[in-house]
């Protein structure tokens, strides 16, 4: 199963991936994974990488390509992969099209985790972390049984700087603006599957698991 995960932050793909990755015993692939990995390993691209996130740029397409390419080239990966955070807009979905097809490999499917807007702002305004064991919660969704504190180990719960409604509103206007356009791109394909992204994980994860082992 060679699939992509889509959704805009806060839908839940990263956790689904996990799940999912360890039903089908395929990896998860998050380019930003890739990206630390090849940075610590010193590897060639690894190297061009830390130049331009030294410098504060973005890492080019180009390298994110080339480590996605070793990566599904691995023995792990010989059954599909999850692609996790990629692509993010249509000419990295263009380049990535164009080396899978290259390597006889095409995307088999993509999974879109559709949840509403008011639903996201929730979920990533309302998430707290516990400052000792890292244990997540949502004032809104899933509270800690004491208001503040951590129901594990009773630690400090504090919200993340980056998790404040403006800056959410900013990410989920670039998702709006730069990969939302790749529904369309992979509904042309006849590739896109949409799945409500709401209610019990586990009801998501065997939706999700369903549309893997039709196609």
Not at 57 to 71: F, N, P, Y
Request: aromatic share 4%.
């Amino acid at each position: 199963m060679r699939t992509v995960l889509l959704g805009a932050p806060g839908s839940g793909k990263g956790t689904q991936g996990v799940v999912l990755a360890k039903k089908y015993d395929i990896p998860q692939i998050s380019t930003g994974d890739l990206l630390r990995a090849a940075v610590s390993a010193g590897s060639e691209l690894g190297k061009k990488a830390k130049t331009a996130m030294d410098a504060g740029a973005l890492v080019s397409d180009e390298i994110v390509i080339g480590l996605i390419r070793e990566r599904i080239a691995d023995d792990d990966a010989k059954n599909g992969y999850i692609l996790d955070g990629f692509p993010r807009n249509i000419a990295q979905a263009e380049a990535l099209d164009s080396m899978l097809k290259e390597m006889g490999q095409p995307l088999q499917g993509v999974v879109l985790l559709d949840v509403a807007f008011e639903e996201l702002m929730q979920r990533l305004t309302g998430r707290r972390t516990c400052k000792d064991c890292g244990a997540i919660y949502n004032v809104h969704l899933s509270p800690s049984k004491t208001a503040g504190q951590c129901d594990s180990c009773n630690g400090e719960l504090f919200q993340r700087a980056d998790d404040n409604e403006e800056t959410i509103g900013n990410r989920l206007k670039v998702y709006q603006e730069q990969t939302a356009p790749l529904i369309g791109y992979y509904q042309a394909q006849s590739k896109l599957h949409s799945i409500a992204g709401t209610g019990d994980i586990d009801s998501i994860t065997t939706a999700v698991g369903a549309i893997f082992d039709s196609i």
